[in-house]
């Protein structure tokens, strides 16, 4: 059996390039034209084609530009009927999922502008396999939970008993008011915890028990959220590629609540998968922006993946899914550094780690601005105040205490990394991720009391003088 997911080629770089070579192409056509030069028309005009996977496609509807619609009603090659001239941008959109069987497709390599070749690469991933969660028991303090969850492929029940995995594993993040923390168990994969029985294996549904170890925290209050990751691999067809399902999410009862609350939803996974067709960190097996915050929480910072020398003094950076994303998007036009460690983490003869530098990335394409809240976000999700309670986002500074002639290498030991907490109030890291100069971050100091109450709504609440809506494009 073949199954298909989603994945991402390298856009960014595609992307690039044609831009580079767009405006190669723009100014050299121009012949001194002055602004709004055009560039120089051409009767060429190339195809814009590309290639369908999935074990069988039918009523899949493609659009480029919002227009020039087809059916296509295989896997396989598909092409544009209507051709475009160099300098023009092409932008290929699933406007029609399949019908039958009901699958979703996603987009890569589906966007740039025409620079003198067809374009063949436009690639259309159907994803087959799909996970939904049933239900949820035993979810008390200090009890082990008991997940009922239901797998197909393409509408077909997938008996995982026989056809596993490459990894599957549950989360349980809460309370829902603001995830503070996290915990994990695999259910398949290498290093399975807990226990995966089959409800009605021909069905498709099964029971995963987690591990004592996977306990509900004895504190936990309200409600909190359970969330699946998992992917299959098709190493003959396509080597290195983790074919993803997009989490489910289940909110449930701990203890004091009559009935669950979902976590808020402030952006739109359709809004991301509009530029990324997979988000390629943690190898693209996270899907569904909604699980990302389950570990991206406010109390998360990186702390275990930051670089260790000796002698030194680094702060691990917020984590924060508010943090990180307006960061990583923001990217050059940031004033200071984000740099976040990644995977691997650092050892005793690579003290460095896998440093990233978000703050290098080019961020948004050229006509996207990332001021325009509404680019990610739902609407309304990016006004101020903020619902009650939220938690403050938390960076964690280090300082190696290690005397550096005690050993040879420069890695500093556990034990002598000393981590003290800096933490943000809400408002103001949600704003201060963007606008990041030091003068920023006194004035919204000052504008926030000794009790840590923020005062920005007065001012820049939508509506007021000095209101978001004035300075950021709220609408599309
Ligand atoms: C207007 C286009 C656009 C939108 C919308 C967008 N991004 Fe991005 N994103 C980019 C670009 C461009 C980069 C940097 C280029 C790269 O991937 O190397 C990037 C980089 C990233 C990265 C780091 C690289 C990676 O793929 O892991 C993450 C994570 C990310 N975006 C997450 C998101 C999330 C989550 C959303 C929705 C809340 C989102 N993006 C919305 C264009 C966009
Ligand atoms: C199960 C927990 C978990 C989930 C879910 C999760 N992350 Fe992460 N993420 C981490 C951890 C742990 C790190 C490592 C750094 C650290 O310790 O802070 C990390 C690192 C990252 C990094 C920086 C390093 C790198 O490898 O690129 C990015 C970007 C990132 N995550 C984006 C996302 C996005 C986007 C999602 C959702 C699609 C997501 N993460 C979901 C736990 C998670
Ligand atoms: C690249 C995508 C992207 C853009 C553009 C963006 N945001 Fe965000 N924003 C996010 C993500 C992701 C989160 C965290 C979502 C979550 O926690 O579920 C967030 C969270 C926030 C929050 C906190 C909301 C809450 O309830 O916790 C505020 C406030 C906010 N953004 C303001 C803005 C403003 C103002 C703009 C425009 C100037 C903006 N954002 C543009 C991605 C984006
Ligand atoms: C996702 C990034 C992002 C976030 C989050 C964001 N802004 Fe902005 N903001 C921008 C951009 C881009 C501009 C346009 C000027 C520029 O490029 O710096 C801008 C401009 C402004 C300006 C005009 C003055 C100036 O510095 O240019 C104000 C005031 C402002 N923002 C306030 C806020 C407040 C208050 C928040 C939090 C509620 C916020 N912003 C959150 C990106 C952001
Ligand atoms: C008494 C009114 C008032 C309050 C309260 C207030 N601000 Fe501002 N803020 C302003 C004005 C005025 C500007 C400058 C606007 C302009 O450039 O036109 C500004 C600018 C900003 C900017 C843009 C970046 C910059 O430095 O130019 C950010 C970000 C910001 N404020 C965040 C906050 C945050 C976070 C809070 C709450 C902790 C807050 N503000 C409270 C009036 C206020």
């Known amino acids: 059996m073949k199954i298909f997911g989603n994945y991402r080629k390298s856009k960014p770089i595609a992307l690039l390039i044609a831009s580079l070579l767009a405006a190669l192409v723009t100014g050299c056509g121009g012949g001194g034209g002055g602004s709004g030069t055009v560039p120089a028309t051409s009767t060429t005009t190339y195809t814009v084609s590309g290639s369908v996977s999935g074990i069988s496609v039918s009523g899949l509807k493609l659009t480029n530009n919002a227009a020039n619609e087809i059916t296509v009603n295989a896997a396989g090659a598909f092409a ?19 019908t039958a069987p009901v699958q979703t497709c996603t987009v890569s390599n589906n966007a740039g502008t025409i620079a003198g070749a067809n374009i063949t690469d436009v690639n259309v991933v159907c994803s087959v396999l799909t996970l939904t969660i049933q239900g949820i028991s035993n979810t008390a303090p200090g ?33 829902t008011t603001d995830y503070a923390t996290y915990l994990q168990a695999k259910i398949q994969g290498s290093g399975v915890v807990g226990t995966l029985i089959a409800v009605d294996a021909p069905a498709g549904v099964f029971n995963y028990t987690f591990p004592v170890t996977g306990a509900i925290p004895l504190t936990a209050t309200g409600s909190y959220a359970i969330g699946l990751e998992g992917y299959v691999l098709d190493a003959a067809a396509y080597p290195g590629i983790r074919f993803s399902i997009v989490s489910p999410i289940l909110p449930f009862v701990v203890t004091g609540v009559s009935s669950a609350a979902p976590r808020r939803v402030v952006v739109d996974d359709a809004k991301c998968n509009a530029c990324h067709a997979t988000i390629t960190a943690h190898n693209g097996v996270n899907r569904g922006v909604q699980y990302c915050a389950f570990c991206h929480n406010p109390n998360k910072s990186n702390d275990t993946q930051v670089a260790r020398f000796e002698n030194a003094i680094i702060v691990a950076q917020s984590m924060d899914m508010k943090v990180l994303i307006h960061k990583i998007h923001r990217g050059t036009a940031l004033t ?6 990644g995977t691997p983490a650092p050892t005793l003869t690579n003290p460095s780690g896998t440093p990233i530098d978000f703050g290098s990335m080019t961020g948004f394409p050229a006509g996207s601005n990332v001021g325009a809240c509404i680019t990610c976000h739902l609407p309304g ?39 003290t907490t800096i ?23 000052t504008m926030t009391t000794t009790t840590l109450v923020e005062s920005c709504p007065t001012c820049h609440a939508v509506g007021a003088t000095n209101g978001i809506e004035v300075y950021h494009t709220l609408t599309p």
């Open 381 to 419: 999700t990016y006004d101020i105040p903020l619902a009650q309670g939220l938690l403050a986002s938390t960076a964690t500074k280090f300082t190696c205490i290690e005397d550096p002639l005690l050993d040879t290498d420069l890695y500093c030991n556990t034990g002598s990394f000393n981590g």
């Open 336 to 341: 200071q550094p984000y740099i976040v460690g």
């Open 423 to 445: 933490q943000t109030q809400p408002i103001t890291a949600a704003c201060t991720s963007c606008h990041d100069a030091s003068y920023t971050a006194a004035h919204a100091a």
């Open 80 to 98: 544009f009927t209507t051709h475009l001239a160099t300098g023009k941008t092409y932008n290929v959109q699933v406007s029609q999922n399949p």
């Open 143 to 175: 009890q082990t939970p008991i997940v009922t969850f239901h797998v197909s492929s393409n509408g077909v029940p997938v008996n995982i008993l026989t056809t596993p995995f490459a990894s599957l594993i549950a989360t349980i993040a809460g309370p």
